[in-house]
């Protein structure tokens, strides 16, 4: 077995993995309704990701960072954000005056999104590297943030008390534009951190004929 073949087996295992944590969170959450609003991202997006696992497979890096959102999510959808141990755990060690754990979700809305968006506009050829490909994932992290973000409005309007769990705002009035902020500090240190390592992968990627 080549290690190219060996490599292709982690989507499976990170699959798996995640429908461990999924089923470990679905056990005597919170509560319900958050559980689900917090965790239907995933539901979304696995079978989109095995729909497209032959004809459209993605690189190794990017099915981590997914798994890694999943992951978050699904924690933040057992406890709550606002209820995260490790949030308190952190908050404690720091002095911090509130749980942070949601902080890191956004932080991570705008990390995982960034290669997404990375990949798909340079694998259709939308645009070529360089500072255009910037603004434009950029520009895509921000506006599905914002998107978020009117979502947890509707939840609020709708139901004030899955909002006080969903939302996690914790009292504090600038909850929603530190979320977009962390939103854009992920995606900026996804294009910085990540982009030499994702070229590589895409051209592995390419030169396999995305097998």
Request: hydrophobic letters at 55%.
């Amino acid at each position: 077995m080549t290690m190219s073949a060996s490599l292709r087996k982690e989507p499976v295992i990170l699959l798996v993995l995640t429908l461990l944590v999924l089923g470990w969170s679905a056990i005597s959450p919170h509560d319900y309704p958050t559980w689900w609003l917090e965790v239907l991202p995933v539901f979304i997006a696995l079978p989109l990701l095995l729909w497209t696992r032959i004809s459209f497979p993605l690189t190794d890096l990017l099915y981590r960072l997914i798994f890694l959102h999943a992951v978050i999510l699904i924690v933040g959808g057992h406890y709550t954000y606002a209820l995260v141990p490790a949030g308190f755990q952190v908050q404690d060690l720091f002095g911090f005056e509130r749980n942070h754990y949601d902080r890191l979700g956004h932080f991570v809305q705008g990390l995982e999104p960034a290669i997404l968006a990375r990949e798909i506009l340079l694998r259709k050829n939308v645009v070529k590297r360089g500072g255009w490909l910037v603004l434009f994932v950029i520009s895509i992290c921000l506006a599905f943030s914002a998107f978020y973000e009117l979502i947890e409005w509707f939840v609020a309007t709708v139901s004030a008390e899955a909002a006080e769990s969903f939302l996690g705002t914790q009292g504090d009035v600038w909850d929603t534009q530190w979320d977009m902020f962390m939103c854009l500090c992920g995606a900026m240190a996804a294009l910085a951190v990540f982009s030499k390592v994702h070229d590589g992968q895409l051209e592995r990627l390419a030169a396999s004929g995305g097998k």
